[in-house]
């Protein structure tokens, strides 16, 4: 049982392109979801975060919509770079326990 | 700022062989401290966490064990690897708001 779910495992985009990534969760317990960036090789970084009390969180090129109501949420990268190429997870918190989705893969060609 | 160092960098080791993975956060005090196990490819499984010194928390069994012998240190061990502990073990720390940060992580090859 998945509780939390990313709808695609990769996802390829033109340089300068606003990519989507999508994660929706079950549990309604639920109320922080950070977005990990992870390259090859190396630990997890925290991207962006938002609580279950907000519907959206921006940072730079990063942005976090999120429906409670639905259950889901949404990465948007505005203007990829090459650089952005990475795999990204969707994580849900609820007290010390961090759930991680599968990961998508973007790809961003130049 | 808060560092976190984990060693060693890359193991191979033979199955059944015994093993101890480190981890240290510096500039960070009382610190939550988790253990996660990611295979290649995949998606991260959290093992352990730790609240305090001396206590550890179980969350999946995976023929592992942790420790916190320190404030600043959480220790990962089994004595006897199986073939699918091999992945990468990766340490983070928790701050107060729910937030984990993760350390470089350990890869880890059992053959």
């Keep these: ?7 695609s495992q990769s996802l390829t985009v033109w340089e300068g392109e606003t990519a989507i990534l999508n994660c929706s969760y079950e549990n309604s317990a639920f109320d922080y979801f950070p977005w990990y960036q992870q390259f090859p090789g190396e630990g997890p970084a925290l991207l962006i975060a938002i609580r279950s009390v907000s519907d959206k969180k921006e940072d730079g090129r990063f942005t976090i919509f999120f429906n ?3 259950k ?21 918190s609820a007290g010390n326990k961090l759930t991680f989705g599968i990961g998508t893969r973007v790809l961003v060609r130049p | 700022a808060q560092t976190i160092h984990q060693w060693p960098v890359a193991e191979i080791k033979a199955v059944g062989s015994p093993l101890s993975l480190g981890c240290t956060i510096k500039g960070k005090s009382s610190p ?24 550890v928390e179980s969350v999946v069994q995976l023929n592992l064990s942790a420790s916190r012998p320190k404030d600043d240190q959480f220790i990962l061990s089994t004595e006897k690897l199986l073939l699918s502990h091999s992945g990468f073990y990766l340490c983070a720390w928790g701050d107060s708001q729910d937030t984990q940060y993760f350390g470089p992580g350990t890869r880890l090859l059992v053959l």
Excluded: M
């Design chain 1, 1 to 7: 049982q998945q509780q939390v779910r990313q709808s």
């Design chain 1, 72 to 92: 889901n949420l949404s990465l948007h990268i505005k203007d990829s770079q090459p650089g952005d190429s990475a795999t990204y997870f969707c994580a849900a």
């Design chain 2, 32 to 55: 939550n401290l988790y253990w996660y196990w990611q295979a290649t490819g995949g998606t991260l499984q959290q093992l352990f966490y730790s609240i305090t010194v001396g206590q």
């Design chain 1, 68 to 70: 409670k109501r639905e």
